[in-house]
Every structure is written in structure tokens, then in C-alpha cells.
């Protein structure tokens, strides 16, 4: 498979056909869906243009702003229209439906007004849920794209981040180094979120008590950052010791397709830490919950009924730090880092075939650093079937 030849023609008709026959599910008398989101037009069109995917009942049509070439060299889809402003789309449309469907997270007010002063639409109503339902459960295409980035993030951190680990580097500089060995094996280079405040950086790494920075993003990681409006990468001046705990959280992808994975590793013996027995219970806390919550990871589970577990697993001692305190054990990924729905508190759904979901399990120790374990799985029959290598002890690299 090449994975940097366009989203087959099959695959884009698949996908839109899915879309239309939820939003028919839902709602018989849709008229008109308007998207604009860079991950949700890729998925549905195959490219990434400033633009605008109208869709009817009638027809497709992506209309693009900028850049109409490199948007009908790389995409199969068919209709594809240049436009100088959303004037040609009211032009060609004649008759704008009263009540249009529109991404609600995405559309600022200043995007909004500018869209309505050329389409005279009263009403929209937001259409993400029922991106997020076709979106959640991947192709065989898809899972091919996510195998090949688990098998490059495996490499990667597995085998070759331990090499990197050497007296005086930085965290910034190790995560930079872990970043261009990823690119080097394949890896796409950079990362979407769907939550605004996520960094397209790729990852970060602490040391020690660095890790129990907390940040501003909802994640169990903590990292100090290299300045302070990017609390991502790792600080320059930190600089790796002999017994500091290494925490690494870096994100790889193909195609578009993340996946997901962290590890912990120990410079040095954990025999001459003193907290070195506290270190080594808590990680193997993290390892325990993500093997069984991998196990989990079948289909009709329930993701409440996971993190309920995750949460019942934690030593009193652990609870506190357990997640940095967020209310979550894992989240869905495929186009974005985070997407919908997470494992978490409250969410009473249930999975299905061909989810794919990270498994996070990390707890916070004060004054000490930063533990835990990540992979991504593919929901099975069989439970998660691990797409990243694999959940490993602490290893100590002496």
C-alpha cells in the first residue's frame, strides 16, 4: 500500500455515503450540510484546501478558495469547483435552505458572519455528532495507516529513544531527537487535535520532577516546556542525569492517521534511588491497568465500565496522582489525537469493531516525577489487539 498516493476513489465514496445515510438516520428533512474543518474535509474529500464541502441531497461539491490545482492533483474526489469568495456558492446554488448543518466547533463568529452574508440561512444546527458517529469505527484502509505508524512508534521509542539517553542532553532536545528518528522511519512529522488548545509539536519529554508540571491541555502529562506560552517538547536547561525517571509521550502518523504511545524509562538503578521502590509499584500500577484495560477492548464493552475499572485499580496511596486528576483513561484516535468519545467518566457507550483507542494509564508523584504507559489498540473480538509494540516493564538503561 502506498500511503502517500491519494485516499482511493472507493474509499471517499464509502465514506460519504456512511455520512449521508447517519445524517438520513437522523434527520429525514436535512437539506444542506456546509463543512470547512481541515481533518473533516480530508476525511470526506481526501485533501486539504481552504474551502468550503457543500453537501445536498442532489449533489457534492467541494469549492475551493485556495489551492484549486494542488486540490484536483491529490484528491479522487470528483466535483471539485474554484471559487473567489462563498458569493459563487450562493450564485450557484440560487435558493439557500432556511435551516443548513454546520461544524458548531469550529465556526467562529467572524467565519460564520462572513458565510451568511453570501448564503441567507436562519438557523444551523451542528453536525459534528454525526461526523464523530462514521468516523469512530476505521476501514480496513484506515487500519492499514495505523498499523504503519504503530510499527514506526514502536521502533522508535522502544528501541532506539533508549540510545539517545545520555548525561547532559535536555528534554527539549531528546524529544527533538525522538521527533526527527520518527520522520526519518516514515512518520508524517507533526499532529492534529480536535480540542483547539492542542499543539501540533508532536509530543513532550520530562525528567524527574519536571514531570509533574501539569498542563493547560487536558492530558495526564506534565512537562515544563521550552518557553512558557509552549508547554510542550521539554525544557532546554533540564538536563538528563544519572537516576532521573524519563518520560517520553510523542505522537507518530501516516497518512494522516495518528497513533499514540509513552514510555517510562530509568537512568541509572532504581536500587539506589530512595524513592526508587515507590517508582517502581507505581509504574507497574500503570502497566497492570493498561494490559487489562486492553483487554477490555471488546466489542459492545462500555467505555465508563473501563475507566470505572482503571479507577478501582488504584492504590489509595496512587489515587490522588492517578491522571493528574482528569476523569479519563484513554481516548479514540485516528485523523485527530483526541477524538470522540474518550474512556471516560459518564460515557455509557458502547464500542464496536474496528475502534481504535489509546490506553493512558499515568500517575503523578510529587516532588518525584512522572510515571506511566501508553499504546493504541484496535478494538477485536479479542480484546485490543496493540498497534504500537507493546506494554514493557521499566527498563533501567545503565
Known amino acids: 500500500m502506498k500511503f502517500n498516493a491519494p485516499v482511493p476513489k472507493q474509499e471517499l465514496e464509502r465514506r460519504l455515503n456512511s455520512f449521508i445515510a447517519e445524517l438520513e438516520n437522523r434527520d429525514k428533512n436535512w437539506q444542506m450540510v456546509l463543512i470547512h474543518n481541515p481533518i473533516n474535509l480530508y476525511y470526506l474529500t481526501g485533501t486539504i484546501p481552504d474551502g468550503l464541502l457543500v453537501i445536498t441531497k442532489e449533489q457534492t461539491i467541494l469549492w475551493v478558495r485556495s489551492n484549486y490545482e494542488r486540490a484536483k492533483k491529490e484528491s479522487e474526489f ?3 469547483f474554484s471559487m473567489k469568495s462563498f458569493r459563487d456558492i450562493a450564485e450557484y446554488f440560487k435558493e439557500i435552505p432556511k435551516s443548513v448543518y454546520l461544524e458548531y466547533k469550529y465556526s467562529n463568529l467572524q467565519w460564520l458572519n462572513l458565510l451568511r452574508k453570501h448564503l441567507n440561512f436562519d438557523e444551523y444546527k451542528d453536525i459534528l455528532p454525526v461526523l464523530q458517529s462514521v468516523r469512530v469505527c476505521k476501514s480496513e484502509y ?26 547532559g542532553v535536555s528534554e527539549a532536545e531528546l524529544c527533538g531527537e525522538v521527533l526527527l528518528d520518527l520522520i526519518r522511519r516514515g512518520s508524517m512529522g507533526s499532529c492534529r487535535f480536535e480540542n483547539p488548545h492542542g499543539e ?31 508547554q510542550a517538547l521539554g525544557s532546554h536547561s533540564r538536563k538528563l542525569k544519572k537516576g532521573d525517571i524519563v518520560f517520553a509521550d510523542i505522537a507518530c502518523g501516516v497518512a494522516g492517521y495518528h497513533t499514540d504511545k509513552s514510555v517510562t524509562y530509568f537512568y541509572g538503578r532504581l536500587s539506589e534511588h530512595e524513592n526508587g521502590d515507590l517508582i517502581k509499584k507505581a509504574y507497574n500500577v500503570c502497566l ?25 485499580s488504584v492504590p489509595d ?12 483513561l484513554g481516548h479514540s484516535i485516528g485523523l485527530a489525537m483526541d477524538e470522540y468519545p474518550p474512556i471516560s467518566k ?13 490506553i493512558e494509564p499515568k500517575i503523578k508523584l510529587d516532588k ?3 510515571v506511566g504507559t501508553e499504546n493504541t489498540y484496535l478494538v477485536s473480538e479479542q480484546g485490543g489487539i496493540c498497534l504500537t509494540g507493546k506494554p514493557q516493564p521499566l527498563i533501567e538503561i545503565i
Open 78 to 80: 470528483e466535483n471539485i
Open 142 to 167: 484506515e487500519i492499514e495507516c495505523l498499523k504503519a505508524s504503530g510499527r514506526i512508534h514502536a521502533e522508535s521509542l522502544e528501541q532506539i529513544l533508549p540510545a539517545f539517553l545520555r548525561e
Open 200 to 230: 501540533a509539536v508532536g509530543g513532550m519529554c520530562s525528567f524527574s520532577e519536571s514531570g509533574v508540571n501539569g498542563i493547560s491541555f487536558d492530558s495526564p502529562d506534565g512537562c515544563i516546556g521550552t518557553y512558557i506560552p509552549i
Open 288 to 312: 497492570d491497568i493498561e494490559k487489562k484495560a486492553a483487554k477490555m477492548l471488546k466489542p459492545n464493552a462500555v467505555l465508563s465500565d473501563i475507566y470505572n475499572f482503571a479507577c478501582s
Open 317 to 328: 496511596e496512587f489515587k490522588r496522582g492517578f491522571m493528574f486528576g482528569k476523569k479519563f
Open 346 to 358: 459518564g460515557f455509557d457507550l458502547k464500542i464496536k469493531s474496528n475502534e481504535v483507542f489509546a
Open 368 to 370: 518525584i516525577g512522572l
